[in-house]
């Protein structure tokens, strides 16, 4: 058994995360601020520190003696991070900085592993198809520079001081517990319910802008192993994945296939392409299955059923 800290562990991903460990009989800390993370899906034998990743103590002070972090909190939505820069930059890369930091010391004064979460954001306008890891990054929000920059500080932290970690570059994460009531959200959770509604969606842009959507099971999978066991082939002790599936859907693909498993029509209203928005992102799964010789197993039908069922 291990004591590992999940940051944002009151959030989307996180929550699975801290429920999937707690199943594998680990002791969990949680640190999260509750800004978009909610105290219901915070695991009951969960510790939950409420703090913000940016403070030095509260994040010393929650690390204390854990076996590794898993750094999942962030402001994870790229519109937030063009309206509040500084704001975002400040949770997204000063917060990683602070995590990199308490954990070069948190164990007896020995480094601990982190596993923390980058993004597809990173390539930006990057047109390749698919994206290999090795692809130029050229992020075109604060979101995804931010990003960038927790990789390059996770390089510092590994060479300077120590602290092994593995990054991965998320595509479009879906599945139970993303908020359906934000319009910063993910897609698929705010369409999922609108059209189990039956009420009209809004599509920014012609529909047309392609995604790479994984479901959250699989994300916890690969968090999970990545922290237990160093991926093969990785050279560094600072290594980055992408995590996806290779498989590309159109938000209109997606809105069709919603309507069909809901058996309704909705209407849909079009407004221009949200700045910064990404045509194309899919992402290169072959390093990801010769690392972890594994894949996301979760189809999109599968796992849009889940969505819309909650489990
Ligand atoms: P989420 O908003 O559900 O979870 C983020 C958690 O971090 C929340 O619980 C929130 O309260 C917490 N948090 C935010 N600011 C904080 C702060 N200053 N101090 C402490 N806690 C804070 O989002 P998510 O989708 O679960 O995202 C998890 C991680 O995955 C993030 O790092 C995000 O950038 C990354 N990511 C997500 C996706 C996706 O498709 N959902 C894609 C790429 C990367
Ligand atoms: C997602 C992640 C982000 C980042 C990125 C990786 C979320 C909330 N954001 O950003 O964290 O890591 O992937 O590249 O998970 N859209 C509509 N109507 C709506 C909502 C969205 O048309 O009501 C469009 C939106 O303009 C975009 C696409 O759907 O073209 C996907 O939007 P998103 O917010 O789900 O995710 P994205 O790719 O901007």
């Keep these: ?5 999940v940051t944002g562990g009151c959030g989307f991903i996180g929550s699975h995360l801290a429920d999937r460990l707690i199943a594998d009989g680990h002791r969990v800390t949680i640190l999260d601020d509750l800004s978009t993370g909610r105290l219901e899906n915070k695991p009951t034998l969960a510790r939950l520190v409420v703090g913000d990743i940016a403070d030095q103590q509260a994040v010393r002070e929650a690390m204390e003696g854990v076996d590794g972090v898993f750094h999942l909190a962030a402001i994870a939505s790229v519109p937030r991070s063009r309206e509040f820069w500084a704001e975002t930059h400040r949770t997204n890369l000063s917060g990683t900085i602070t995590v990199f930091e308490a954990a070069r010391a948190a164990r007896n004064g020995a480094p601990v592993p982190v596993v923390y979460a980058s ?3 990173v390539y930006g306008d990057n047109t390749a198809t698919p994206l290999r890891e090795d692809a130029a990054t050229r992020p075109l929000s604060a979101y995804g520079a931010d990003k960038l920059g927790c990789e390059l500080h996770a390089r510092v932290a590994w060479e300077i001081h120590g602290v092994p970690t593995v990054g991965f570059r998320f595509f479009n994460v879906y599945g139970p517990r993303q908020d359906p009531a934000s319009p910063y959200s993910g897609v698929i959770s705010i369409f999922a319910r609108k059209v189990s509604r039956g009420e009209e969606v809004t599509i920014y842009g012609d529909g047309q802008q392609v995604r790479d959507f994984v479901f959250v099971g699989d994300v916890v999978r690969f968090l999970v192993r990545a922290m237990e066991r160093r991926p093969q082939g ?11 599936t290779g498989r590309p859907t159109s938000l209109l693909m997606l809105l069709d ?10 209407r849909r209203v079009h407004l221009p392409p949200r700045p910064g928005d990404i045509r194309v992102s899919i992402g290169d799964p072959a390093r990801l299955r010769a690392g972890f010789d594994d894949v996301c197993r979760v189809g999109l039908l599968q796992g ?5 069922t909650g489990e």
């Design 234 to 244: 990785a050279a560094q002790g600072a290594d980055v994945f992408n995590l996806c």
């Design 1 to 5: 058994m291990a004591h590992y800290l």
């Design 304 to 308: 849009l059923g889940a969505t819309l």
């Design 119 to 121: 993004s597809a954001a």
């Design 257 to 266: 296939v919603l309507q069909e498993l809901c058996g309704s029509r909705v």
